[in-house]
Each structure stands twice: as structure tokens, then as C-alpha cells.
């Protein structure tokens, strides 16, 4: 007998997902244990961010169903959606800050209207994790005077200061120049070391077989191989990993 | 030259219908102030049922816009004005140009707050709502923000534009500006009272339109 | 039925349909000239500014201040009151042509001027290093440009003030409003200015769309 799998933080049951005609996800299973980071791979057009749109509900799923702790994202009334929501952080490719507000705002407006935290606390909260993100001396500043790798460490704390169960970054250092792509990995390193759960799409091959507790592949709307980074890696099975991996390395080189 | 300065610019005449045309701008500065709020307070909840994702709130929203845009506002004061007496409703003049203006006024206000609205990226809508805003929420601090900001130069030429309008009440005898001077005009034969109008709304509006010019070749500029 | 009887009698549009017709015909050929001639003389406005002499500059800009600023309906009584005192009568149909072509120019000049300003100087320079004069690269490189990344306020700024002929019944042309009104006074009834309204719609509706779609496109293009 073993003892009774804890409750996994994010856990994806047969999730389909279409758009008119086209089949983006079909059949996604996916269990996610607290202060695990898997790491997804894939072609682009694999699914892959649909799949970590569908998490949150930016993307509505066909069918299927997502947990949070437990507690289901799908076919709950609206306001229960927003207060799961702020359990499922979220960084983009595109960072999306609120360019009319300053750092420290742009971090503490979720928590003040959704989390209804009073402001000198939601400003106390902000600043510790734009500090986290070593970015604490640009709280005044407006998103246009910071760097892109700046902004998304901005977007990263504004994510995290809801305190979130799960963090999902999507190509979180694709529209980011390569100078600038270190310093998010070095949060998102950081924020691991502290235990946050975290799901990354991202082709930063390198920091997914340093820091990926397990590694998704997916392609054509499936998970065609998923385990730890030294397996999928260094004795890929599948043929379509194989192809996929002799690309990527083909173009790094 | 003599004549011209006679028929245009008599001191004397403007003299006399100055008490008068003060009296007009007054309320004419009155009822631009409550036809441009009622504008921009119907503009803006016509603008937001017409960016919302339903259609049926949508489609409504756009015929309302797309039909006040379309009928000019002086057929619309006077059908309000000598139409409505027929049906057994009089309104006094005040509230017939309230109530055209407001029905115009809406309409164009709407259009360029949903101009504003549709131009901010769609990630920003996302962003927010990741963070567990509800849509209420994140159209009141994330996109009407920074969708009023952009369309700030719009706004301000489209007040311009309806103190210009107000001018249309003289036809149904609201004792503003223009109603005001060319009474004086009547009384005295003499068209100096008009000349003195149009320098009053210079005096109004010759600043808003440098300032709207300046903001037109800034924007292009920094684009 | 109290209120149809009174806004929409159709006794009463039988009688007046004729009439209304002949004024939509007044309305729209106005309309037509008014926004021929205000592009062309914005148009030409904006071109004489690109010379930038000052003397040619400062009266166009003022020119347009005053037109961008002072209502068209103050403007037209001024004239229409005003200019038979100092020996000059125009037609009534003239007056109003003549302030709405005025103060469309005045709009159109400031439009193809902000846009001209904001052209790279890399568009004068290439047009006159490939040995075009002045006059040239304005007409072919600079008017083309200022034009296509214009229609759409170009559209709306026109159909804006197309709907400004109804300030013709101020001084007695004989367009839609002015005929609804006497209408309405002769019939005792309210269903002219209704027909009125309705003949504006008939013509502008589809003009709104038009320009929602030429916003659209134009957008996209981007």
C-alpha cells in the first residue's frame, strides 16, 4: 500500500480544446505537484500556449476540466472565476503592463480591486516583490522608461503579489532582446529555489535541463513524451522528439 | 472702407449690444456646460455597450450611434422642439437643446471613446484579467485609462465642435449667443452685433483650436 | 395612433413627398459641390503652406484658426445680413455654399498639413534627389502619401459638415429642413419634420456605414 498521492496543485483532466473546425488540444492530461516546474516544449503551433491559456481561462477549453488545488476552474460562476484566477499567476510574451500606470501601481492594482487589500499593504507587498525581482528602485518608474527584461520582472511581481498557488509563463523571454533574457531566467531560478509551482513554455532549452523538474513535450495538439529533463533530453523515444530536438540544436548551433 | 467699417464694425452699435451679448454668452457658457457633461456621461455608457462581447447589447448600441450621427442636430432640435407639442408634450427651449444635443452629442462622444477603447492591445484586457480582476474592473482601471488618454485630442475638438452647435438653439429661441446678437442685428439693422458674436466665440474657442492643432502635429510627429 | 397621426400622417407625406424630394435633390447637390471644392481648396491651402514663406503661411494658418473656431451659422449671417449693406448680394444657396466650402478647406488644410509635417524628410529629400521640383514631389510624392493615410478623417470631416446644409434653412434655401419647416407650419402637423428626419437618415445612414467600413480597412492597414 502507499500512502495516497497529496493533491496535485494544477492538474489538467482531458482537456480538448477546438477552434471552429481545427483541433488545437485533444485529450491533455497533466498533474502538477506543489513546487514542481515542468518545463513544456514543442513546435510552434503544438498547442502548447493554448494549453497554458486554457489554465487561467484566457482561452475557453472545448471540454475537459482543470483543478487548482483541487478546486475546479471550469463551469464556475464568474466571480468565482476571478478569485481562482488570482490562485493561477500568469506572465506573457508581451508582458502586457499598464503603460498609463508606474511599477508599484501596475503591482498593486489586482491586489487593492480584486484582493481588496488596503493600499498601504498592497504598496508593502508590491515593493517586496519588485525587490525579489531586483527591481525595487524602479517602483516610480513608468513602463515605457523601464527595459523589456525590466518590464516582464515587473509583470512577474505583479503576478506574484496575489500569491498565487502556480505561476504559468508563456514565452516569458521570447520577445526579449538576449542580453536581457538572463535576468528573468534568474527570477524565474529564484523563484523556484523558493517553491513555487510553475508551468514554462519557452525554447530556452538550456534553463529547462538546469531547472525543470520534468519536461512536457508536446506536438499536433498532444503530449507525445513527458518526463525528467536527462530523459527527454538524452534518450528521447519518440521520433517526433527526436526531430524536434535535432532542429532546435541544429538552429543553436 | 467706410462703409464696410459702418456695416461690420460700429463701435456705437457694439456699445449698445454689448449688455445683451454678455447676457447671451452667459448662457451660452451655461448650456454648453450641460449639454457637453450630458454628452460625455451618454458617450461613454453608449461607447461601453458598443465594445461589450455580446451582440445584443453591441448592435443596438451602433444603430443608436450610426443614426445620430446621421441626422444633422437643427432637424433634430426642431422636430424635438415644434414636433413634440403635437403629441401633446411642450418642452421648453432649454430642455429641447438638452435633449438633441444630448441625443447627438452621445453619439459622437461614443464613437470616439470606442475608437479609444478598440486601440488598446488585447493583452492588456488579458493581463488583467489574469490577475483576477472582474471585466468591470479591468475596463475602469486598465483600459478606460489609457483609452481616454489617447483619445484626449478627439475629446477636446469635439467640445469645440459642439460649443460651435450651441449656436443652433437660436433657432428655437434660446437667448444665447447668437440668438442674443442677431436680435441686436434686427433692432438696430446693422450687422456690427454679429461681427461681436463671432469675436466673443473667438475669444472661446481660438485657444482650444491652437491647442488642438499643436496636439494634431505632436501625435504625428511622435508616431 | 395619436402619435403616428401626428409624426407620420400618411395623408400628410402623399402631400408634401414632392416637395421634400426637390429639397433632398437642393441638399445633396450642395453637399456635393461644398465637398468637391472644400478638398480642393484644403488641398491647395496646405500645398502654398509647404512653401513656408511667411507670408503665405500666416494667412492660411489664420484663415483656419478662424474657420476651425467661429460657427458656420454665425458666419453665414454675417454675410447673408452683412454683405448686402456694403452693396454685395450673393444668393442664399451661394452663402451657404460658400461658408461650408470655407470651413471644410480650413479642416482639410490643417489635416494634409499635420500629415505632410509628419512625412520623413527622407520622402522631400529621395523626391528631390531623383530630380523632381518642389512643386513635383508635392503633387506626386507628398499629396499621394498625405491622402491615403487621411480618408478616413477626410470622410468624416466632409459627411460632418455635408449635414451643415440644414443651417441653409436659416437664410431661406429652399434644402430639406427649410422645406419640412414651412410644412409643418402650413399642415399643422409634425409629420414633415419627421419625413425630414427620415430623408436625412436615408442619405447619411448608409454614409456612416461607408465610413465604418473605410475606418476598418484603413485600420487594418496599418
Same mark, same amino acid.
Given at each position: 500500500?502507499?500512502?495516497?498521492?497529496?493533491?496535485?496543485?494544477?492538474? @489538467?483532466?482531458?482537456?480538448?480544446?477546438?477552434?471552429?473546425?481545427?483541433?488545437?488540444?485533444?485529450?491533455?492530461?497533466?498533474?502538477?505537484?506543489?513546487?514542481?516546474?515542468?518545463?513544456?516544449?514543442?513546435?510552434?503551433?503544438?498547442?502548447?500556449?493554448?494549453?497554458? !491559456?486554457?489554465?487561467?481561462?484566457?482561452?475557453?477549453?472545448?471540454?475537459?476540466?482543470?483543478?487548482?488545488?483541487? #478546486?475546479?476552474?471550469?463551469? /464556475?460562476?464568474?466571480?468565482?472565476?476571478? !478569485?481562482?484566477?488570482?490562485?493561477?499567476?500568469?506572465?506573457?510574451?508581451?508582458?502586457?503592463?499598464?503603460?498609463?500606470?508606474?511599477?508599484?501601481?501596475?503591482?498593486?492594482?489586482?491586489?487593492? #480591486?480584486?484582493?481588496?487589500?488596503?493600499?498601504?499593504?498592497?504598496?508593502?507587498?508590491?515593493?517586496?516583490?519588485? &525587490?525579489?525581482?531586483?527591481?525595487?528602485? #524602479?517602483?516610480?518608474?513608468?513602463?515605457?522608461?523601464?527595459?523589456?527584461?525590466?518590464?516582464?520582472?515587473?509583470?512577474?511581481?505583479?503576478?506574484?503579489?496575489?500569491?498565487?498557488?502556480?505561476?504559468?509563463?508563456?514565452?516569458?523571454?521570447?520577445?526579449?532582446?538576449?542580453?536581457?533574457?538572463?535576468?528573468?531566467?534568474?527570477?524565474?531560478?529564484?523563484?523556484?529555489?523558493?517553491?513555487?509551482?510553475?508551468?514554462?513554455?519557452?525554447?530556452?532549452?538550456?534553463?529547462?535541463?538546469?531547472?525543470?523538474?520534468?519536461?512536457?513535450?508536446?506536438?499536433?495538439?498532444?503530449?507525445?513524451?513527458?518526463?525528467?529533463?536527462?530523459?527527454?533530453?538524452?534518450?528521447?523515444?519518440?521520433?517526433?522528439?527526436?526531430?524536434?530536438?535535432?532542429?532546435?540544436?541544429?538552429?543553436?548551433? | 472702407?467706410?462703409?464696410? @467699417?459702418?456695416?461690420?464694425?460700429?463701435?456705437?452699435?457694439?456699445?449698445?449690444?454689448?449688455?445683451?451679448?454678455?447676457?447671451?454668452?452667459?448662457?451660452?457658457?451655461?448650456?454648453?456646460?450641460? *449639454?457637453?457633461?450630458?454628452?460625455?456621461?451618454?458617450?461613454?455608457?453608449?461607447?461601453?455597450?458598443?465594445?461589450?462581447?455580446?451582440?445584443?447589447?453591441?448592435?443596438?448600441?451602433?444603430?443608436?450611434?450610426?443614426?445620430?450621427?446621421?441626422?444633422?442636430?437643427?432637424?433634430?432640435?426642431?422636430?424635438?422642439?415644434?414636433?413634440?407639442?403635437?403629441?401633446?408634450?411642450?418642452?421648453?427651449?432649454?430642455?429641447?437643446?438638452?435633449?438633441?444635443?444630448?441625443?447627438?452629442?452621445?453619439?459622437?462622444?461614443?464613437? @470616439?471613446?470606442?475608437?479609444?477603447?478598440?486601440?488598446?492591445?488585447?493583452?492588456?484586457?488579458?493581463?488583467?484579467?489574469?490577475?483576477?480582476?472582474?471585466?468591470?474592473?479591468?475596463?475602469?482601471?486598465?483600459?478606460?485609462?489609457?483609452?481616454?488618454?489617447?483619445?484626449?485630442?478627439?475629446?477636446?475638438?469635439?467640445?469645440?465642435?459642439?460649443?460651435?452647435?450651441?449656436?443652433?438653439?437660436?433657432? *428655437?429661441?434660446?437667448?444665447?449667443?447668437?440668438?442674443?446678437?442677431?436680435?441686436?442685428?434686427?433692432?438696430?439693422?446693422?450687422?456690427?452685433?454679429?461681427?461681436?458674436?463671432?469675436?466673443?466665440?473667438?475669444?472661446?474657442?481660438?485657444?482650444?483650436?491652437?491647442?488642438?492643432?499643436?496636439?494634431?502635429?505632436?501625435?504625428?510627429?511622435?508616431? | 395612433? &395619436?402619435?403616428?397621426?401626428?409624426?407620420?400622417?400618411?395623408?400628410?407625406?402623399?402631400?408634401?413627398?414632392?416637395?421634400?424630394?426637390?429639397?433632398?435633390?437642393?441638399?445633396?447637390?450642395?453637399?456635393?459641390? *461644398?465637398?468637391?471644392?472644400?478638398?480642393?481648396?484644403?488641398?491647395?491651402?496646405?500645398?502654398?503652406?509647404?512653401?513656408?514663406?511667411?507670408?503665405?503661411?500666416?494667412? /492660411?494658418?489664420?484663415?483656419?484658426?478662424?474657420?476651425?473656431?467661429?460657427?458656420?451659422?454665425?458666419?453665414?449671417?454675417?454675410?447673408?445680413?452683412?454683405?448686402?449693406?456694403?452693396?454685395?448680394?450673393?444668393?442664399?444657396?451661394?452663402?451657404?455654399?460658400?461658408?461650408?466650402?470655407?470651413?471644410?478647406?480650413?479642416?482639410?488644410?490643417?489635416?494634409?498639413?499635420?500629415?505632410?509635417?509628419?512625412?520623413?524628410?527622407?520622402?522631400?529629400?529621395?523626391?528631390?534627389?531623383?530630380?523632381?521640383?518642389?512643386?513635383?514631389?508635392?503633387?506626386?510624392?507628398?499629396?499621394?502619401?498625405?491622402?491615403?493615410?487621411?480618408?478616413?478623417?477626410?470622410?468624416?470631416?466632409?459627411?460632418?459638415?455635408?449635414?451643415?446644409?440644414?443651417?441653409?434653412?436659416?437664410?431661406?434655401? #429652399?434644402?430639406?429642413?427649410?422645406?419640412?419647416?414651412?410644412?409643418?407650419?402650413?399642415?399643422?402637423?409634425?409629420?414633415?419634420?419627421?419625413?425630414?428626419?427620415?430623408?436625412?437618415?436615408?442619405?447619411?445612414?448608409?454614409?456612416?456605414?461607408?465610413?465604418?467600413?473605410?475606418?476598418?480597412?484603413?485600420?487594418?492597414?496599418?
Amino acid at each position: 500500500m502507499t500512502a495516497a498521492q497529496p493533491l496535485p496543485t494544477l492538474e @489538467i483532466t482531458a482537456l480538448e480544446k477546438r477552434f471552429g473546425e481545427t483541433q488545437v488540444l485533444r485529450s491533455i492530461d497533466l498533474k502538477v505537484q506543489n513546487g514542481e516546474l515542468v518545463f513544456v516544449i514543442g513546435p510552434s503551433g503544438s498547442g502548447k500556449s493554448t494549453m497554458l !491559456r486554457c489554465c487561467n481561462r484566457l482561452e475557453e477549453p472545448t471540454s475537459g476540466a482543470i483543478h487548482v488545488s483541487g #478546486k475546479p476552474m471550469l463551469g /464556475i460562476p464568474r466571480k468565482e472565476l476571478d !478569485r481562482m484566477r488570482l490562485q493561477v499567476g500568469m506572465v506573457f510574451q508581451g508582458f502586457f503592463l499598464y503603460p498609463h500606470l508606474t511599477a508599484l501601481k501596475n503591482v498593486t492594482l489586482a491586489q487593492r #480591486k480584486a484582493l481588496k487589500r488596503p493600499r498601504a499593504e498592497a504598496e508593502a507587498r508590491a515593493l517586496e516583490m519588485l &525587490d525579489k525581482v531586483g527591481l525595487k528602485h #524602479k517602483a516610480d518608474a513608468m513602463p515605457s522608461e523601464l527595459s523589456g527584461g525590466q518590464q516582464q520582472r515587473v509583470a512577474i511581481a505583479r503576478a506574484l503579489a496575489l500569491d498565487p498557488k502556480v505561476m504559468l509563463f508563456d514565452e516569458p523571454t521570447s520577445a526579449l532582446d538576449p542580453e536581457l533574457v538572463g535576468s528573468v531566467l534568474k527570477v524565474m531560478r529564484d523563484l523556484r529555489e523558493g517553491g513555487m509551482t510553475m508551468i514554462v513554455v519557452s525554447h530556452e532549452m538550456q534553463f529547462a535541463r538546469e531547472a525543470a523538474d520534468r519536461v512536457v513535450f508536446m506536438d499536433g495538439g498532444v503530449i507525445v513524451e513527458e518526463g525528467p529533463p536527462e530523459e527527454i533530453f538524452g534518450n528521447p523515444k519518440s521520433d517526433r522528439l527526436k526531430a524536434f530536438l535535432s532542429r532546435v540544436s541544429g538552429e543553436a548551433a | 472702407m467706410d462703409t464696410i @467699417i459702418d456695416a461690420f464694425f460700429n463701435i456705437d452699435i457694439m456699445r449698445q449690444a454689448t449688455p445683451l451679448l454678455l447676457k447671451g454668452a452667459w448662457v451660452t457658457l451655461q448650456l454648453c456646460a450641460v *449639454v457637453i457633461l450630458l454628452g460625455l456621461c451618454g458617450g461613454l455608457a453608449l461607447a461601453l455597450l458598443a465594445s461589450s462581447r455580446s451582440a445584443l447589447l453591441r448592435l443596438p448600441a451602433f444603430v443608436f450611434i450610426d443614426i445620430f450621427r446621421a441626422i444633422p442636430p437643427l432637424i433634430l432640435l426642431i422636430l424635438i422642439y415644434a414636433g413634440l407639442p403635437f403629441v401633446g408634450v411642450r418642452v421648453p427651449p432649454f430642455v429641447a437643446v438638452c435633449i438633441a444635443f444630448l441625443l447627438n452629442n452621445s453619439a459622437y462622444f461614443a464613437e @470616439i471613446f470606442r475608437s479609444g477603447i478598440k486601440a488598446i492591445p488585447r493583452g492588456q484586457m488579458e493581463a488583467a484579467r489574469a490577475t483576477g480582476l472582474s471585466p468591470s474592473q479591468a475596463q475602469a482601471w486598465v483600459i478606460l485609462p489609457q483609452a481616454i488618454r489617447n483619445v484626449l485630442p478627439d475629446l477636446l475638438s469635439n467640445v469645440v465642435e459642439i460649443v460651435k452647435l450651441t449656436s443652433i438653439a437660436s433657432v *428655437v429661441s434660446l437667448s444665447e449667443l447668437l440668438y442674443s446678437a442677431n436680435m441686436a442685428r434686427a433692432v438696430t439693422y446693422n450687422s456690427s452685433p454679429l461681427v461681436m458674436a463671432a469675436g466673443l466665440y473667438l475669444l472661446l474657442l481660438w485657444p482650444l483650436v491652437r491647442v488642438i492643432s499643436r496636439f494634431q502635429r505632436g501625435l504625428s510627429i511622435s508616431h | 395612433m &395619436d402619435f403616428l397621426d401626428a409624426f407620420l400622417n400618411p395623408e400628410i407625406i402623399a402631400r408634401y413627398l414632392p416637395a421634400l424630394i426637390r429639397a433632398v435633390w437642393v441638399t445633396l447637390w450642395i453637399s456635393v459641390l *461644398v465637398v468637391i471644392s472644400g478638398l480642393a481648396l484644403g488641398a491647395l491651402l496646405a500645398g502654398l503652406r509647404a512653401y513656408q514663406k511667411r507670408w503665405l503661411s500666416w494667412p /492660411i494658418v489664420l484663415f483656419a484658426d478662424l474657420m476651425r473656431a467661429l460657427p458656420p451659422l454665425v458666419l453665414m449671417l454675417v454675410l447673408f445680413f452683412g454683405l448686402p449693406s456694403v452693396g454685395i448680394i450673393l444668393a442664399d444657396w451661394f452663402v451657404l455654399y460658400l461658408i461650408l466650402t470655407l470651413v471644410l478647406a480650413a479642416f482639410v488644410e490643417e489635416i494634409f498639413w499635420a500629415t505632410m509635417t509628419s512625412l520623413p524628410r527622407g520622402q522631400w529629400e529621395a523626391g528631390a534627389a531623383t530630380g523632381l521640383s518642389f512643386l513635383q514631389v508635392l503633387l506626386h510624392v507628398i499629396f499621394p502619401q498625405a491622402l491615403r493615410m487621411n480618408i478616413p478623417p477626410l470622410v468624416n470631416r466632409s459627411l460632418t459638415i455635408s449635414k451643415m446644409t440644414a443651417y441653409g434653412s436659416v437664410i431661406g434655401v #429652399k434644402e430639406i429642413v427649410s422645406v419640412a419647416g414651412s410644412a409643418q407650419a402650413f399642415s399643422g402637423s409634425a409629420t414633415p419634420l419627421t419625413m425630414a428626419a427620415l430623408a436625412y437618415l436615408i442619405i447619411f445612414y448608409p454614409a456612416m456605414l461607408l465610413s465604418r467600413y473605410i475606418e476598418n480597412r484603413f485600420h487594418y492597414e496599418h
